[in-house]
Each structure stands twice: as C-alpha cells, then as structure tokens.
C-alpha cells in the first residue's frame, strides 16, 4: 500500500508521484473521473495500474493517498 | 575527436567493468548507460540512489552533508550543531561558498563552526546532557541567535540519545525554536537522504503550525539556491526585476523568518529539485502552493524559464520577464560575439551533484559547447528522467561514478573539459584535461542569472584556453 | 546591467554595485527579521570585552570552531607516506568525502582514497561483509601493494573487529594471501587527527614486523629511522632527508608522502609515487636508532619501537629554529658517528646571518599562536631565539603535561615571561584572548582569518594580522610546498615573519600626505 500523491502539472495533467521509487508519471487512465465518484483504477503511462479507493465528492489536488498495486 | 558512437560508448562501459569482481560488475554495469532518446522513462536504462560498493572509491559524502552542509546549514541566523566528534564540522566549516552578509559571531553564523567534540565518556555515557549544557552555553554567548539545529553524526543514532526530548526541554527553556535533526552518516546511500532528512525537519518543527498567510500578488520563494558564490542573488535580481516579490531564499543567505513567511507565497520556484522537492511537495499539499522548476544556468533556459514562471502570473508579469530579456540581450550577445569563437565545439564531461549535470547543459551549449558525458553524485532515477532529453542521443551516464571509471572514460574520450568536483578536480588537471570545480564554481561565480552567465563564459574560456595545457611535455621530448 | 562583456565582474566587486547593495538591504528590511544595525554593533563589541571573555572561558560543552580534526584523517596521511598504499577507512563513506576533500584543499593534490560504505544495515549486522566486499573491490581496482585500514566513529561505536574482519577476508579469498593490510582503530572521539596518524603508524610497523622480530639486530643496517609525526610541509621531508643525506647517514623516512602529493602535471596521474617502500619499513627495526620528531605525538609509536624493536628512541625536539636544528645534527652525528659536515655548518652560519640581518624587526615582536602541539614547541622555541615575544599559545589537542613543558621553556627564557598557555582551548577562546591583550600577529592556519577580520572591525588598531603557518592553509597557494623544519625551514619561518612585519608596516604608514614617515625605500 504505498503512498502516492496526485497532482496536475504545469500542463494541467494528472501526475502520480510514487516517493519510494522516485516515480513520475501521467496517469493515462482513471476509472471514475467524475464529481460525485473520483478513483478506482489508475493506469500510469509506463502500463502499471494501481487502484486507488473511489473518493466521493472528487477532492481537490493535489491529494495524497493509499493505493494498491493491481 | 568527436563524441563517441553508441557502439564505441557501448564497448567502452564493457571494457572499464572487465576489472570488477563479478558481483561488483553486475552492480556497476546497470549504473552505467548510453543515452538513448527513444527512452521515456530512465530506470530503462539506468540504476540510481542505490548504495555505493564498498572499497571502489566513491565521491558521494553521507546524510551530514546534506542535512548540515546543504539544507540547514546556509540558514545564516541560527546556529547548527554538529553534534558528535570533532572532524565532521570541522571538514564541513565554510567550505560551501553558501554566501551571506551578517555580522558572524553576533546574528550569522555561516562561516562558523559549533560542536559537541564527543570524548569517549560522552559515548560512553550518552551524549544528551551534554547536548544540553552546549544549546545552553550557545544561548549565553549568542543570545542573538533565533534558533539553533542539532545536526546527528554517526555516534548519535548508534547511542541511543534522545535528542528530541532534549531539543524540546531547551527549546522551552530559551524561547526559541531548537532542531534536531537525525541526519547521521550511515542514514542512506549518500548526501540525498539527509536532504530528505533535513527538508522533513523543516516541515516538522520549522512550518509545523504555521499557517497559509495572506498573499500578495507576486509573492514568491526562491527554493533550492544555496547561493554558492551568491547564485541566489543573481537570480532574485531578475526576479524582482520582472516584478515579482521575492519573500523567502531556501537556504541560501536565508532565515528562520523567511522560512516561515513562505507559506505566504503564490509560488514556489524550485531550482535544485533534488534536494528541496521535498518541502515544496509538501507546502503543495499541506497549502496548495504550486511550485515550478525553473533553470538560470545560461541565456537559453534563463528567458525560457522567465517566461515559464510569468506564465503563472498577469500581463504585468509576463510584460516584465519580456522586458528582463530584451534588456540582457545585448549582454548576452556581446557574451556569446566574444567568447563562442574559443569555445565553439569543445566536448564537456560533467559530474556533479544531483542538478547541475541536467542544469548546466543549456549554459554549456550556449557558448557552443557540446556535453559527451554526464553523471550524477546522488541524484535519482527522477533526475535521469528529467535528463535523458536534455542531453544528446548516445552521451555517456554514469551514476556514482568511481574513481577507477570516470578517469578510464577520460582517457578515452580525451574531453576539453571536465566539470566535476574538488576530489577530481588535481588527477584530472595532471592528466592535462582542463577542470573547472562545478560544485563550487572554483572560488568563482555565481553562475546564475545573466550577471552569471558573464562570468561562467569567462572562467570556462580562461580554463579551456590558458596556455598551461600546452607545456606538459618537455621540449626536449616533443620528437619522442 | 551589471555586467559588460569587456568587464565581466565575480561576486567581487559584482556585489558592490548599486543594484545588489539595494537588493540586499531590501531582504534584510523586509524579510530577515534582522536586528537594527546599531543593536547589532554594540553586541559585536560585547563579544570583544573583558565580560564577554570570561562568560567565553566559562564554557564547559560547547566548543567553538575548533583547532583539531578528528583520528582517521590523521591515519590516510600517514597511510599516504608508504609506497603503493591505498588508504581504507572502515565505516560511514562520507568521512572518506570530507578527508580527500580536506586534503585536496589544502594540497591542491589529488588524494586516493577509499571507503568501505557503511550503512543501516550494517550499523546492525557489523561491517564485515563490507569490509570483505571492501578490499576485494580495492584491490582489484586500484591494486594497491598495501591496504592500510583505519576506522570511523560508526565501525569503533558498534565495535567492529578489524583484525578478525580482514584475517577472515584473506581466509575467505576476498584479498590474495600476500596483499599485506595494515589496520589501526582510529575513534574520532580520542585525540584528533595527530593521534590517528600516531595509530595508523604503530599499526603499520606492527602489521609488518610484529611477527619477524626474530631475524631483526638493532644497527644492523646502520640506518636511522625518522619518524615526522603528522607532517604537512612537504619541504620538511626533502630537508631531512637532504641535511642526513650530506651527513652520509642512511636513513629511512617512516612514511614519506611528500611524492604523492607533489606530483607533476605532465599528462599522467599518478595513483602512487614515492613513499617509504615496504621493504624498508621490514627492515626498520634493524636501525641504529628511530627518532620520533613529534616527541608529543607519537605516545603509541614510541611504545611499541621500545618495546618490540628494542630502538633507544633517543630523545629529540622537533627541529625547528635553530638550536633544536643544531641539537638534532649533533644526536644524529653521535648515533651514527658521522660528523656534521661543511655544508651544514655554513648553512647554519646563513640562518644566523638572517637572523642578525632580520633581528631589529622582530625583536620584541609580539606573536599569538595555535596549532599542534609539537609545531608549537618547535615555533616557539624559534621566537624566543628571534628575541620575539609569544603572547598567547593556544593548543586545542594536547596535554596538561605539554602545557607544563610549554610553560617552563617559556619561563626560561626572557621574552616568554608574558606568555599565556591554554591547552584543549578552540579558535573561539582565542579570539578573546586577541581583543584581551593584542599581540602585533598571529601565527596559525587559514581559519584564523576571521579573527583578524573581527580584530579589524573593532578598528584597526586593534587589527591582528594573520601569518599563516600550519595547517590547514586552504587560503594561498603552495605554501604547504616549503619547509619549516632545519636551518632551511628557520630561513622560511623568518622571512615570512619578518617580510609580514615590513609589509604591515608599510600597510600603516602609506596614507598619502599623513604618514609618510615610515614608510621607507630602505630596511
């Protein structure tokens, strides 16, 4: 369960920072992006998806959370 | 002699790990790459952050460093420990070139050099009233300080002090905030952790309770300038000259009031992203303060990034970084007209610590220099991430390069110049290989900003060009 | 703009123009927090009262700037001095960073040197595993023809076990059976670096000759051996060798680095170069005698030639100046029966023309000293035979028995009536004692700097100029090249004192149209 933060970067893209892997990356797929019901599962451009627990409402970012590896 | 094929870089990592023991060499070989453009993501090609192998002669330092020497110790009104024996202080003291203006030994204690000087009793012991009596004794004799760091070497995690419960008592006691840092040398592979370590105390017992103050328009802070050979200066200067309001310098020439003042800011700028993308992470989550990574090194990167950190503010600001460029251009050419016909085409090898290898490329590159090598002390895989694209396709990357490795890729390639730190600095010259400190700006610099940039031009040409290089051999031996 | 292309400006004088000098008074009125100036002069001349200075000599804990470094840095020097040795300090890597950096500043030299990276782990499991993988890596790279291990503060704090460590490496194949690894536990919180050097030595002699003592005849190689002690003058090893070599004596210097940190830039780096060979240092205990030259900063050394080499350790004071250089020559001549030849008695015969030349210009002269204790009784001596007066000499890393010695060589002697001895007091103590009682100099290494920037503040008659002779000098260039020990290094201790009081002179006497008086063509 390692902690990632979701952020938006200067381009206003979702960015998953892993601090143990010194990891940044685009998320390229997010299951639930909307107001009421923002989460599920993550997939970050390298192909690794994670699962974050959907959050609702959508919270702001950035966001700090427990995510499991998929 | 040009850069090196991939083919050659290839055979070359190949034949300088054909010395190591086998295990040594498999570590080894996956901290050395070739450059490769089509790669995304550098973990493909290269290992970083991991620990140095015993015995191979790695310049890395340890977590003191780069809690005292780096984060905290250019915080020029508090007085910072070293608390444990006698050396690590003394081989830290102004060594840095992390410049301040104060009156030293009154309310700045830059140059300064405060220690426990463990005995054997005190490790013996414990250290922890001893700890005691010196934030007592420092309170006497400098009441003017407004805090004071306690900066763990080795012994003190390995004893078992307390020092939290002591630095709080005397905090108490004095009215002052009283740090204490678990920095010791074996914490982590190198300086990168006590970074880490430093910025986390920071958050803790520096911003702890502080909360988001009421922002002027432009505020902003400089983040991860140690102001080596006054870099900080030469860059709020422009700064403040596009209209921006500079309220706090992490750490150089910085203070304990400027860092609590910049949960205030719009923005964080960051220029070292290694060691201070910690707290700015933090203040992003904790108050939602953006932050930016931006590059002075060099005319190129500097207007780049003027108009990268204006882009977050209102025409006033975007008019003003125009302004600041159009301004320096006329230096910058007069610069480049005067210094590229000597330096056109020279081949740089950079090894340095976690930024520069990425940062100075634009700077080099500028002045028509190509950079055929570069390497990172303790940088991470994010650092290689962000420089894959900054440097040509098939350069050489060496991570924690050794002593052995880095002077085989020397002979090889034969640079015009190399850009690394002091323990490089004597074997390479003796080599006849002009060297430039880019640690610390050999006693020169600064190098950031455009004022930098003048004076980076002139000590790489004065380097490159001076007529020592030309008198290794003997005149007698020319025809042998 | 600040910068012109024709012009370009460092951080001196960058920083004096108008922009910057706003920018910074800028920051400090706006977001320092910083005291108002006249608060901040009035504490500035409270740390320089008589007040101050007993609240400063008060202290108990804390030490401030100090004038000593810590044992293992003291062992990669003395490890430097034997031909092909690779130093290797067991524990935390980045003391291994901070020594080769030290060094390089003050050499302006490259300094090989390893460590075997230490961390958590092994903080709980020991440094074992290190210290294998350690030597092995070393040993292939760098193919030392000896390894010589000292420890950090981390590896003496858990207690590692060198000598197991390595007799397990070399069982265990990490390291061939004939690589010779010499091993001395360097704690840096015992002694400072001159102790580290003390113990990296008798660990080396012990390494090499422990186990042949049985062959060994002392004279039987007719030689002596010279012991330095922790030397930084790299002149200092050439004069010894030159003054023994004109006496026709045979000597072995036991470690010797002035090669390695000398060498020539000529497009080839060498590694290793010079130094004592291995064989010699065998062969050590079959000489006439070993003359330890820091008598107060070799306690171990001594111990262990007396006791396993049998060697009379006859004993000598640092020669430095002239008379202990005199005294040195004649032990020499007597042990080994060689007389003192010409050239010395002329060389002599310069030095004390020098002195008569030089000798209105420093005698009387007030000088204030820090440094190792044995450079210390070597210097003073010199002064009081120059008619110049110590008024303060401060050591950080010696004994109260050194301060009784200094004390009573001070005492004997007419112009060290004044003297004030402080033992395991820091650069901070000593800066007080400059704004007590004002000595014309002070003699040390580059941190005295900022004393003397202080000593300006408060006004310039209260200025103490700093003649930098020790070490570190991180600050001017080469002078770690010359010599302070024999006539020679008497020569160079004298015209650095005298040239630093002529041109202190003309410092204050060039006001144009105010003094010109003074201010001579002729001295």
Redesign the interface.
């Given at each position: 369960m390692p902690l990632v933060m979701l952020r938006k970067d200067s381009e206003g893209r979702l960015i998953c920072y892993v601090p143990k892997k010194d990891l940044e990356a685009r998320v390229t797929a997010l299951e639930h992006d909307g107001e009421e019901l923002w989460g599920g599962r993550l997939t970050l451009e390298d192909g690794e998806s994670w699962y974050l627990e959907p959050i609702s409402p959508r919270p702001g970012l950035p966001f700090e959370a427990r995510v499991k590896r998929i | 002699m040009s850069a090196l094929t991939r083919a050659e870089a290839e055979g070359l990592i190949q034949e300088v790990l054909e010395?190591?023991?086998e295990?040594?060499k498999q570590d080894r070989a996956r901290h050395l790459a070739v450059n490769d453009h089509a790669l995304?993501?550098s973990k493909k090609c290269i290992t970083?952050?991991r620990?140095?192998?015993?015995?191979?002669?790695?310049?890395?330092?340890?977590?003191?460093?780069g809690s005292k020497g780096v984060v905290w110790g250019p915080i020029k009104?508090m007085i910072h420990v070293s608390h444990?024996?006698?050396?690590?202080?003394?081989?830290?003291?102004a060594?840095r070139r992390n410049?301040y203006?104060?009156?030293?030994?009154?309310?700045t204690f830059g140059?300064?050099?405060?220690?426990?000087?463990?005995?054997?009793k005190?490790?013996v012991f414990g250290g922890d009233k001893?700890?005691a009596?010196?934030l007592a004794?420092?309170e006497?004799?400098f009441?003017?300080n407004?805090g004071i760091s306690v900066q763990s070497?080795?012994?003190i995690?390995?004893?078992g002090d307390d020092i939290e419960a002591v630095a709080r008592k005397s905090s108490a006691e004095i009215g002052k905030p009283v740090i204490p840092v678990r920095c010791e040398?074996?914490?982590?592979?190198s300086?990168s952790l006590g970074h880490h370590i430093a910025n986390d105390s920071i958050r803790d017992w520096v911003l702890e309770g502080v909360t988001r103050g009421e922002s002027g328009p432009y505020d902003v802070a400089i983040i991860g300038d140690y102001n080596i050979?006054?870099d900080a200066?030469?860059s709020?200067?422009l700064l403040?000259e596009m209209g921006l309001n500079?309220?706090?310098?992490w750490s150089g020439?910085g203070?304990?009031?400027?860092l609590k003042?910049t949960p205030q800011v719009r923005m964080n700028l960051l220029h070292c992203y290694r060691s201070m993308n910690y707290i700015s992470?933090h203040m992003?989550?904790k108050y939602?303060i953006p932050w930016?990574e931006y590059n002075f090194f060099g005319p190129t990167k500097i207007a780049e990034s003027l108009r990268?950190i204006a882009s977050h503010f209102d025409d006033h600001i975007k008019e003003g970084a125009e302004r600041v460029i159009a301004?320096?251009q006329p230096?910058v050419d007069?610069?480049n007209?005067?210094y590229r016909p000597r330096l056109n085409g020279k081949r740089v090898m950079l090894y340095v610590g976690g930024l520069r290898p990425r940062h100075v490329v634009g700077a080099y590159e500028d002045l028509g220099m190509e950079v055929v090598g570069a390497g990172y002390e303790f940088g991470?895989?994010?650092?290689y991430?962000r420089t894959l694209k900054e440097l040509g396709d098939a350069t050489l990357l060496y991570d924690d390069v050794?002593?052995?490795e880095m002077?085989k890729f020397v002979e090889r390639i034969r640079p015009d110049l190399i850009g690394a730190?002091?323990?490089?600095?004597?074997?390479?010259?003796?080599?006849?290989i002009p060297f430039r400190q880019m640690h610390s700006w050999d006693y020169?610099?600064?190098y950031h900003g455009?004022?930098g940039y003048?004076?980076f031009?002139?000590d790489m040409d004065m380097t490159v060009n001076n007529p020592?290089w030309q008198k290794?051999?003997?005149p007698w031996k020319k025809g042998a | 703009m600040n910068q012109t292309a024709t012009a370009i400006k460092p951080c001196y004088p960058l920083f004096q123009e108008e922009s910057y000098r706003r920018l910074l008074q800028n920051k400090a009125e706006r977001f320092e927090e910083k005291p108002d100036p006249a608060e901040l002069e009035q504490r500035f001349q409270w740390t320089t009262s008589a007040e101050y200075k007993d609240l400063n000599f008060r202290r108990e804990a804390l030490t401030i700037n100090p004038a000593k470094a810590c044992q293992p840095l003291g062992a990669v020097l003395c490890a430097l001095g034997f031909k092909g040795t690779l130093p290797y300090v067991h524990g935390s890597q980045g003391c291994v960073a901070y020594f080769r950096s030290y060094f390089n500043r003050h050499f302006k030299e490259p300094i090989a040197c390893v460590s075997d990276s230490m961390t958590e782990d092994s903080a709980v499991f020991g440094g074992n595993k290190n210290m294998h993988e350690g030597l092995a890596n070393a040993n292939a790279l760098y193919q030392p023809e000896m390894i010589a291990v000292s420890t950090t503060c981390m590896a003496e704090v858990i207690g590692d076990d060198l000598h197991a460590f390595i007799t397990n490496a070399r069982t265990n194949g990490h390291i061939p059976e004939h690589l010779p690894v010499a091993s001395a536990h360097t704690p840096s919180f015992v002694g400072s670096h001159t102790t580290g050097w003390d113990s990296m030595m008798e660990g080396t002699l012990r390494y090499l000759t422990i186990n042949e003592m049985d062959s060994k005849e002392v004279g039987s190689n007719g030689k002596l051996n010279i012991v330095t002690g922790f030397e930084t003058y790299l002149g200092n090893y050439r004069v010894l060798k030159r003054m023994l070599g004109e006496m026709g004596v045979d000597c072995c210097m036991v470690s010797d680095p002035e090669e390695v940190l000398d060498t020539p830039t000529d497009g080839e780096y060498r590694m290793y170069a010079g130094g004592t060979p291995l064989a010699a240092l065998r062969d050590a205990p079959n000489a006439i005698d070993t003359l330890l030259l820091q008598p107060w900063s070799l306690a171990k050394t001594k111990k262990f030639i007396g006791e396993t080499w049998h060697h009379p350790l006859t004993p000598v004071d640092p020669p430095m100046g002239l008379d202990w250089t005199d005294a040195f020559l004649m032990k020499v001549s007597q042990l080994t029966g060689r007389p003192i030849p010409a050239s010395l008695e002329k060389e002599r015969g310069r030095l004390v023309d020098m002195m008569a030349d030089s000798h209105a210009w420093l005698h009387g002269r007030k000088f204030s000293l820090y440094g190792d204790p044995d450079f210390l009784m070597g210097m003073v001596k010199f002064l009081l035979e120059l008619g110049a007066e110590p008024i303060h000499v401060l050591c950080h890393n010696a004994s109260k028995r050194w301060g009784k010695a200094m004390g009573k060589m001070l005492k004997d002697s007419p112009y060290g009536q004044e003297t004030e001895v402080h033992v395991d007091r820091d650069l901070w103590h000593f800066r007080s004692l400059m704004f007590d009682r004002k000595p014309d100099f002070m003699i040390g290494n580059s941190y005295g700097k900022y004393i003397q920037r202080d000593t300006l503040h408060k006004g310039p008659e209260h200025e103490v100029p700093l003649i930098r002779i020790g070490f570190p000098i991180f600050d001017r260039h080469h002078l770690h090249r010359s010599t302070t020990l024999g006539y020679e290094g008497a020569m160079y201790l004298l015209t650095e004192l005298v040239n630093a009081v002529l041109a202190d002179l003309d410092r204050k006497t060039m006001g144009y149209g105010t003094t010109d008086y003074n201010y001579d063509l002729i001295r």
């Open positions: - | 010395v190591y023991p295990a040594a995304e993501r970083a952050n620990k140095s192998l015993p015995g191979v002669m790695t310049a890395r330092g340890c977590a003191y460093a009104d444990g024996p006698v050396g690590c202080g003394q081989y830290s003291r060594g410049y203006v104060g009156f030293t030994g009154v309310n140059t300064m050099n405060f220690t426990s000087d463990f005995q054997e005190d490790v001893k700890l009596k010196v004794e420092i006497a004799l009441p003017v407004k070497e080795c012994p995690g390995l004893i040398g074996f914490r982590g592979v300086q050979g006054g200066w030469s709020r200067i403040e500079v309220v706090a310098q020439d203070t304990l009031a400027e003042r992470r992003e989550t939602g930016l990268q301004r320096y230096l007069a610069i007209d005067k991470h895989n994010d650092d991430d050794t002593g052995y002077e730190g002091i323990k490089e600095k004597y074997g390479f010259q003796k080599m006849g020169s610099g600064p455009y004022d003048a004076i031009a002139r020592c290794l051999r003997a | -």
